[in-house]
């Protein structure tokens, strides 16, 4: 059975789903790239294995026959130069939110299946010499499918508590069991995950005895 969902992934492309993405450049600039072009060859070139700037380059200049089949393309590949500074600029909430709904579209998940939201450390994120520390992140993994749904990066004035919610907000999960650990046993939490019609396994800890004891 085809669903509603899956009906529309089918008459969108990736480009449909970054077409409103608001260009950071400014209107006197000498905009000689779409900014659709470079969103797509970026996206498309980390999927095939691309980890910096300069490999989104090579990968767009070594496919540009098969690019130029659905991007315009007016003055060829963007450089390395003009990816760092777009991606530099562009307003980074806009671009997960347009990220997920493209992932919300290409994806399907089941009834049942189990949604792990968890908390991580990015290795080397951090910066003595600024005095920034490591970046955390908030993800859901989801384990059937074996993908990442999403992840938003935790404030460094906050912490998880604030960062689930926002997550849970941003993801499709209807019918599905969402895990957290004891960080995320929150009434707040709990209820939310139910108004998005999904299910949930949350552990708990001693500081939080009542709950505890209801679950003994």
């Not at 970054?18 to 969103?39: T, W, Y």
């Not at 671009?95 to 399907?108: N, Y």
């Not at 935790?154 to 999960?173: G, W």
Request: proline fraction near 3%.
């Amino acid at each position: 059975m085809t669903t509603k969902k899956a009906k529309k992934a089918e008459t969108q492309s990736i480009l449909d789903y970054f077409a409103q993405l608001p260009d950071p450049r400014r209107d006197n600039e000498n905009k000689r790239h779409n900014l659709i072009d470079i969103i797509a060859i970026a996206i498309l070139a980390t999927i095939c294995g691309a980890e910096h700037f300069t490999e989104m380059e090579e990968w767009g200049e070594a496919t540009e026959d098969w690019l130029r089949s659905f991007l315009e393309l007016p003055n060829g590949i963007p450089s390395h130069d003009t990816f760092g500074d777009v991606f530099a600029r562009l307003d980074s909430n806009e671009f997960k939110k347009c990220f997920i709904s493209w992932v919300e579209a290409i994806r399907t998940l089941t009834d049942g299946e189990v949604i792990a939201f968890d908390g991580k450390t990015l290795r080397r994120s951090h910066n003595r010499r600024k005095g920034t520390g490591a970046i955390h992140l908030v993800s859901a993994w989801a384990r059937r499918n074996r993908l990442t749904l999403g992840q938003v990066k935790v404030d460094e004035k906050s912490n998880k508590i604030t960062a689930i919610p926002e997550l849970l907000r941003l993801l499709y999960i209807e019918g599905c069991i969402v895990t957290i650990d004891a960080m995320g046993a929150q009434k707040e939490i709990a209820e939310l995950i139910c108004e998005k019609g999904a299910d949930y396994v949350l552990t708990l800890k001693d500081d939080q005895p009542n709950l505890k004891a209801e679950d003994d």
